[in-house]
Nanobody
């Protein structure tokens, strides 16, 4: 099992920035992918950004150039720096840990961007 604890959500005005953090603990396998997904009201959960243990990244088109994902393997932590936030970024953001075909999820953190 892997436990994920997220932090850093909140309310921000459009154009502002937030930084999300997610710490993983438990049975962490060295080969893994960590990332962030989000779910807005009435919509399906969608990928925001993911990063492998080797540092390879993948972003949703809607956040490219505005969001940056990074990780600290020594701390088993993944970060999401969100800049130039837009009202459409409003959602619950979930941390994800993927290993050996299994997915683990955090409890989610609310990000609200006011116009």
């Amino acid at each position: 099992q892997v436990q994920l604890v997220e932090s850093g959500g909140g309310l921000v005005q459009a154009g502002g920035s937030l930084r999300l953090s997610c710490v993983a603990s438990g049975s962490i396998f060295s080969i893994n992918v960590m990332g962030w997904y989000r779910q807005a009201p009435g919509k399906q959960r969608e990928l925001v950004a993911v990063i492998s243990n080797r540092g390879s990244t993948n972003y949703a088109d809607s956040v490219k150039g505005r969001f940056t994902i990074s990780r600290d393997n020594a701390k088993s932590t993944v970060y999401l720096q969100m800049n130039s936030l837009k009202p459409e970024d409003t959602a619950v953001y979930y941390c994800n840990f993927h290993k050996l075909g299994y997915d683990f999820w955090g409890q989610g953190t609310q990000v609200t961007v006011s116009s």
